[in-house]
T-cell receptor, first 111, second 112 residues
Framework: GDSVTQTEGQVALSEEDFLTIHCNYS??????LFWYVQYPGEGPQFLFR?????EKGSSRGFEATYDKGTTSFHLRKASVQESDSAVYYC??????????FGLGTRVSVFP | EAAVTQSPRNKVAVTGGKVTLSCNQT?????MYWYRQDTGHGLRLIHY???????EKGDIPDGYKASRPSQENFSLILELATPSQTSVYFC???????????FGKGTRLTVV
């Protein structure tokens, strides 16, 4: 079945550091790819999506590019803030049958 | 604003008892979903629905039933709760016309 692998389980950074979270997927067909963010006590919130090869999604300074060749959708942000501390999920799928999520990456940003 | 409301937010249940988790959405979305979230497993899809009267099995449906009596409401039912079902459960809604799936705030279920 479809699957999503996030390489980093936890990331600790200082403010203004560069953030990268690696996401690779395995799926039949041409799935849409997503990034979600979850803050404590809340449900996951949509960050952005991409639906085709080379498409870049972005929001709130975060961005990722759909790469069908390397089956990747890595999340990047140039300069993180303490308020970016959260759990980030990469996901794939469609609205008809739901999304398949990775295990999540806990990001902690220290002042 | 899109909204998904879950009730209760916290629940303690006894092993072997029946548990019903409720979800209401005001987004007029056709699709609704139930996920559980566990450390080491991320979010896993239990059941989903295409609309009123429909329920479909997700990736981990064993031990769970779902009910979609209306466009707005989607329930998750544990007929015989077990401690392994202790988890945080999230309901969500979405459809092909929206750009995202909206999640509720979750229900923390503890089965003792």
């Amino acid at each position: 079945g479809d699957s999503v692998t996030q390489t980093e389980g936890q990331v600790a950074l200082s403010e203004e550091d560069f953030l990268t979270i690696h996401c690779n997927y395995s799926a039949s067909g041409y799935p849409a790819l997503f990034w979600y963010v979850q803050y404590p006590g809340e449900g996951p919130q949509f960050l952005f999506r991409a639906s085709r090869d080379k498409e870049k999604g972005s929001s709130r300074g975060f961005e990722a590019t759909y790469d069908k060749g390397t089956t990747s959708f890595h999340l990047r942000k140039a300069s993180v803030q303490e308020s970016d501390s959260a759990v980030y999920y990469c996901a794939l799928g469609n609205y008809a049958q739901g999304l398949t999520f990775g295990l999540g990456t806990r990001v902690s940003v220290f002042p | 604003e899109a909204a998904v409301t879950q009730s209760p937010r916290n629940k303690v249940a006894v092993t072997g008892g029946k548990v019903t988790l409720s979800c209401n959405q005001t987004n007029n979305h056709n699709n609704m979903y139930w996920y559980r979230q566990d450390t080491g497993h991320g979010l896993r899809l239990i059941h989903y629905s295409y609309g009123a009267g429909s329920t479909e099995k997700g990736d981990i449906p064993d031990g769970y039933k779902a009910s979609r009596p209306s466009q707005e409401n989607f329930s998750l039912i544990l007929e015989l709760a077990t401690p392994s079902q202790t988890s945080v459960y999230f309901c969500a809604s979405g459809d092909s016309d929206s750009t995202e799936v909206f999640f509720g705030k979750g229900t923390r279920l503890t089965v003792v």
